[in-house]
């Protein structure tokens, strides 16, 4: 393993060695990517993963085999280079606790409550709901939505209203708060939160669970006409019924923070919890851009200093090839006067 400042250099065996010693979650962490990020680089540099349950069967002291490292032949996947980002896994800070807008979350009197009808829907709100109800389901089992005026939501259409109740509670509530969400184009549904000065792209989605493929009765009549069709084991996506808030944002990486409904709290009780979040992110987004700032500050000082010294020493430089062409012309117009001076003594002394 190499190590340069953000670039990680490893080998295959490396990478294979890494993945089978402990879980790919805890790898992720540490280089600041999400588990199907890395799970692509593994997929990519073709080293296989244990499957599901193989560390829970670890745990209980079975000793597993693990398949072996095939080799390669393609050069180009013998090394891979990974670059550690900062996840957003926001750092509690004991400042955040004394931040103003934090503390009037945290009020039982500013609770914020999602109505259970829609009231008076923003904008926003009436154009995405009027649109997306009209709107196929893809194969996930979602609302498509690729329309650039819309909300971010990626939903079924029997969450579709309740999206919209806690989307337009959002938006109200933001808009106490002198906080804003808006639109901005990004070749596909982008929703924009501005807190703090930083901008942090919000998504409601619901996530969609695999299961196995019911055949149908014609399907049935195929698969035994042609076995080898339908040897393999095919998955339907089914939506799960429950809701995933998400925020990202990029500094020196992704960073990217999410609530999701729990069998205790679903999203709509925890808005304030979740305000809290999008406050403690856009402050550390405004920390490290001006970290930043002030590095990039402190770079130009540094290139203007070496700049400056090497004109320096430029002109010093010029200053001393003059200074030499000098001495090298008085060195040369002295020789002239001694070898005439020398040629007179020499007359002289042979004719007198």
């Not at 540099?45 to 032949?73: E, N, S």
């Amino acid at each position: 393993m190499n190590m340069d400042d953000n670039i990680v250099k490893l080998t295959r065996e490396e990478l294979y060695q890494m993945v089978w010693s402990k879980p790919v979650t805890k790898w992720s962490k540490e280089f600041g990517l999400s588990d199907v990020g890395f799970a692509k680089i593994c997929k990519k540099m073709k080293v296989p993963l244990p499957g599901r349950g193989y560390w829970a069967m670890v745990q209980k002291g079975l000793k597993l085999t693990r398949p072996i490292l095939k080799p390669i032949h393609d050069s180009k996947l013998s090394v891979v280079h990974i670059r550690k980002r900062t996840l957003g896994v926001v750092k509690s800070k004991s400042t955040d606790e004394d931040d103003p807008l934090v503390l009037f979350e945290k009020l039982p009197e500013n609770k914020i409550v999602v109505p259970e009808r829609l009231h008076s829907p923003h904008p926003l709100v009436k154009t995405t709901e009027a649109f997306l109800k009209s709107r196929d389901v893809d194969k996930y089992g979602r609302i498509m939505n690729r329309r650039l005026s819309c909300l971010n939501v990626r939903v079924s259409k029997a969450l579709l209203p309740r999206t919209m109740r806690i989307i337009n509670t959002i938006i109200k509530e933001l808009e106490k708060r002198e906080m804003k969400l808006f639109m901005k184009e990004r070749g596909y549904p982008n929703t924009i939160l501005s807190i703090k000065g930083e901008e942090l792209e919000i998504c409601i989605e619901e996530p969609s669970g695999k299961v196995e493929h019911q055949k149908t009765k014609s399907e049935f009549e195929d698969a035994k006409r042609y076995p080898s069709l339908y040897a393999h084991t095919t998955y339907d996506y089914k939506p799960s019924g429950k809701l995933r808030l998400f925020i990202t944002t990029y500094s020196r990486g992704l960073i990217r923070k999410s609530w999701h409904d729990s069998q205790s709290k679903k999203i709509e009780d925890r808005l304030n919890e979740i305000f809290i979040g999008f406050i403690k992110v856009a402050a550390e987004v405004k920390q490290d851009r001006f970290t930043r700032e002030k590095e990039e500050k402190e770079r130009l000082e540094r290139t203007r200093l070496y700049e400056e010294i090497q004109r320096q020493k430029a002109e010093e430089e010029k200053r001393i090839n003059v200074l030499l062409k000098q001495v090298n012309s008085w060195s040369q117009s002295d020789a002239v006067k001694n070898f005439i001076n020398h040629v007179k003594t020499a007359a002289i002394e042979k004719y007198g």
